[in-house]
């Protein structure tokens, strides 16, 4: 029976813990992570790469300059973050006060729940491991 008890505060403790990916226009990052820092957020991931869906297609210019073509792709990047479940709506706020235009291809945001987390240094667990 404790060990039951233990594995349902245990659940508990972890059910607190959302990852918000957002993907965005790259160009954004710079202002968006300075908005992030204002509100508190201790940290974030950010992954540079390249990204299709709804958004305008860049227009390229060849290596000499003579010709252009339309990409397939355009910049972008992910930013990644795990908070407290109290937390995500200040920050999903942030993330579109900072970069969205209201125009297609603004990006997307993605949450999610977190079943654990370790701080590998620390060695907390749970919501401890996010501080």
């Known amino acids: 029976m404790k060990i039951f008890e233990n594995l349902i505060f245990f659940i ?3 059910e607190n813990m959302k990852r918000i990916e957002a993907i965005v ?4 990052i710079p202002e968006l992570n300075e908005e992030l820092k204002k509100i508190g957020l201790s940290g974030c991931t950010i992954y540079d790469g390249k990204g299709r869906g709804k958004g305008e297609k860049p227009v390229v210019q060849s290596g000499r300059g003579t010709g252009k073509f339309t990409s397939e792709f355009s910049a972008r990047a992910s930013l990644s973050t795990v908070v407290d479940d109290s937390e995500v709506d200040k920050v999903v706020k942030a993330i579109l006060d900072t970069v969205s235009t209201g125009s297609p291809g603004d990006g997307k945001i993605f949450i999610s729940t977190v079943a654990d987390a370790i701080d590998i240094g620390t060695q907390k667990r749970g919501n401890g491991a996010l501080k």
Request: include cysteine; hydrophobic fraction near 15%; charge should be neutral.
């Open 25 to 28: 226009h790259s160009e954004r």
């Open 12 to 14: 508990y403790l972890c």
